[in-house]
């Protein structure tokens, strides 16, 4: 028990680290998107499986399956009666925020393109729409206007005259 206070500690600090790179509540955002892309992957998996078409049935059983392993690596809170969820948890936390982009993008596209109906959409979309708040995460913060007007272009520099261009 002491194992796992002392890892919810160091988790809690290193999402409120005022040197991260972004603030905490981006952070919360992207998990929280996640976690909900999960349940409602799920939900609106189990309402598809009423569908005819073997492909969308394929498609929702893909999609309850991606939301499930989404929340499992993102609120593993949520299983704590599977053994093996804090080890997958913790190789999670440890994934760059690229291949957490990849990953959840691949796991919210392959459902849509499988059918195309209103609860893949809806589902998958929150889990992908997850994948693409980390995706620009990634990426990174903006530079302020001086560090850009720096390495930019010099024909778009201010005190460039332009009116001179007939």
């Given at each position: 028990?002491?194992?796992?206070a002392?890892g919810?500690?160091t988790?809690?600090?290193?999402e409120?680290d005022?040197?991260?790179?972004f603030?905490w509540?981006?952070?919360?955002?992207?998990k929280?998107v996640a976690?909900?892309?999960?349940f409602?992957s799920?939900?609106?998996?189990?309402?598809?499986?009423?569908?005819?078409?073997?492909t969308?049935m394929?498609?929702v059983?893909?999609q309850?399956?991606?939301?499930?392993?989404?929340?499992?690596l993102?609120?593993?809170?949520?299983c704590?009666?599977?053994?093996?969820?804090?080890k997958?948890a913790?190789?999670?936390?440890s994934?760059?925020l690229?291949?957490?982009?990849?990953?959840?993008?691949?796991m919210?596209i392959i459902p849509?393109?499988?059918c195309l109906e209103l609860?893949t959409v809806l589902?998958?979309?929150?889990?992908f729409?997850s994948?693409?708040i980390?995706?620009?995460?990634?990426?990174g913060k903006?530079?302020?206007?001086?560090?850009?007007m720096?390495?930019g272009?010099p024909a778009?520099s201010?005190q460039?005259?332009?009116?001179?261009?007939p």
């Open positions: 028990m002491g194992a796992a002392s919810v500690s988790q809690m600090q290193a409120h005022p040197n991260a790179a603030p509540w981006v952070r919360f955002l992207a929280g976690i909900i892309g999960g409602l799920i939900f609106f998996g189990v309402l598809g499986l009423i569908s005819l078409s073997p969308c394929l498609a059983l893909l309850m399956a991606f939301g499930a392993v989404v929340i499992a993102e609120a593993p809170f949520c704590q009666f599977v053994d093996f969820i804090e997958l913790r190789f999670s936390e994934r760059q690229w291949q957490k982009a990849a990953i959840y993008g691949g919210g849509i393109l499988l609860n589902g998958s979309g929150t889990v729409s994948g693409v980390y995706g620009f995460m990634a990426l903006k530079a302020d206007r001086s560090n850009m720096a390495a272009d778009w201010p460039v005259n332009q009116s001179n261009i």
